[in-house]
């Protein structure tokens, strides 16, 4: 059995005061609509889990409703951080689940294709991610805002989600990060902190997070 957990309970801040960017509209329909729909539509999946802040639920269950999102789905409250959230809603899978692919409410671009192809690397490796080849200079900057060094971009990606587990990999790295009182900021780094290898798996689409208010029509003009 495989699952997804959609983390949907972060505040997006960068968004400005009152504004929940999971909610906005992006060709008509709210930005967290578009990643639940693509876990709904397909044949991977076998149940969802939403992580929402708590107080929202009722919205979450209109709209499945309102957008015809009928597959299984269950909604947990979110943790003080990222890691808290992620933790809440693998805690809340169903017995029988052996698989899970964890996605950002956020990432509205996410494609059958490429979940398909993130959990059949997992399937393989164990644990496996989306990402994307490095094509800009990287530099790491010194703490005076200078160049400190150059980095090979050769072997830098950037990291997305959806990160797709071993169920029993990714609940034992998320209980050493307890057990050692460590924060991370992405599900990947749970596993490198136990050490166990991620596979990356490169996804050239568009798979942009929405984070300011000029990222969406941006995210209009891809989504077409």
Known sequence: MTSAVIVA??????????????????KGVPVVVHAWRCMNLSAEIDEIVLVVRDGWQESFHELA???HLQKPYQLVVGGAERQDSVANGIAALSPGAEWVAIHDGARP????????????????????????????TIKEASTDGTIARHLDRNF????????????PIIRKAMAALRAAGRQVTDDTAACEFIGQPVRLVECPEPNLKVTAPGDLPLLESLLG
């Open 9 to 26: 309970a972060g505040r997006g801040t960068r968004m400005g005061p009152g504004v929940d960017k999971l909610f906005l509209p992006l």
């Open 65 to 67: 409703r309102n957008h």
């Open 109 to 136: 671009l996410l494609t059958p294709v490429a979940l398909a192809r993130c959990l059949a690397a997992a399937r393989q490796h164990g644990a496996a991610v989306a990402a994307q080849r490095a094509v800009d």
């Open 156 to 167: 830098l990606w950037t990291v997305q989600t959806p990160q797709c587990f071993h169920l």
